[in-house]
């Protein structure tokens, strides 16, 4: 069964970086799509940032844009979301998501890491 | 961007009761495929998030069938035709047609009365 699991997530200071990773299993990651979507506390869902299978194609929310960078490992079946120029409002839990279906129906889901950005 | 509204934003509901949520977008979200790029998705504490319908209708694999969605256009419902005890959580709306970005609802939050 299709497997995701988050890790990186760490209490950071504004201004700081931070790297997230997404161990990909179950099915086959260099298929496919792959996004990161985000979630702050007490808030709703925001997507962060997409890749296509072969990283040809990066798009990345205006919130995030020029701050974080959407990377993958097909050898490895890995995700990444490099951060940088944390906010404060960057705080939220992230999720890595599949693009099945089609590259936009956001499949399965991780259970996700939190990310704090605060002094 | 495109703008998805849903209501009701708190649904209390009496188990074994009908509920609806509605989800209207800014534009149609009718793509030049023919498609329609509407999903729902349900986030249940302690529970990663989990898509139940995609492209309006289609309900997902292991998703009860008292689930159902459909619409077209801009205008689009989740039913949950008798309302249990494990439906409740928070479910959003999610269109894939005008993208990027990917835009949601501001979500519904489920609760039994």
């Known amino acids: 069964q299709v497997q995701l699991v988050e890790s990186g997530g760490d209490v950071v200071q504004p201004g700081g970086s931070l790297r997230l990773s997404c161990t990909a299993s179950?099915?086959?990651?260099?298929?496919?799509?792959m996004h990161w979507v985000r979630q702050a506390p007490g808030k709703g869902l925001e997507w962060v940032a997409f890749i296509r299978y072969d990283s040809s194609n990066k798009y990345y929310a205006d919130s995030v844009k020029g701050r974080f960078t959407i990377s993958r490992d097909n050898f490895k079946t890995t995700l990444f979301l490099q951060m940088s120029n944390m906010r404060v409002e960057d705080t939220a839990v992230y999720y890595c998501?599949?693009?099945?279906?089609?590259?936009?129906?956001?499949?399965?889901w991780g259970q996700g890491t939190l990310v704090t950005v605060s002094s | 961007d495109v703008v998805m509204t849903q209501s009701p934003l708190s649904l209390p509901v009496t188990l074994g009761q009908p509920a609806s949520i509605s989800c209207r977008s800014s534009q149609s979200l009718v793509y030049s495929d023919g498609n329609t790029y509407l999903n729902w998705f349900q986030l249940r504490p302690g529970h990663s998030p989990r898509r139940l319908i995609y492209k309006v209708s289609n309900r997902d694999s292991g998703v009860p069938d008292r689930f159902s969605g459909s619409g077209s256009g801009s205008d689009f419902t989740l039913k949950i035709s008798r309302v249990e005890a494990e439906d409740v959580g928070v479910y959003y709306c999610m269109q894939g047609t005008h993208w990027p970005p990917l835009t949601f609802g501001q979500g519904t939050r489920l609760e039994i009365k």
């Open positions: 998501v599949t693009g099945m279906t089609t590259v936009t129906t956001l499949d399965y």
């Open positions: 179950g099915f086959t990651f260099h298929k496919y799509a």
